[in-house]
């Protein structure tokens, strides 16, 4: 399943760019039930300013 998703890439700069979005929308824009319905990166810039 692995080789299926890295074979959809070109290249090593698609496959980063590919990894680079997923991790950007994993933490800015997606809600985490397990943090309270909150985006990881909001979760983290409050933990930072306390």
């Known amino acids: 399943m692995i080789t299926k998703c890295v074979n959809h890439f070109s290249t090593i700069k698609e496959l980063k760019n590919g990894i ?16 309270g319905y909150q985006k990881p990166m909001n979760v983290s810039l409050e933990y930072l300013k306390n």
């Open 20 to 35: 680079d979005e997923y991790i950007h929308k994993y933490d800015f824009q997606k809600f985490h039930s397990y943090i």
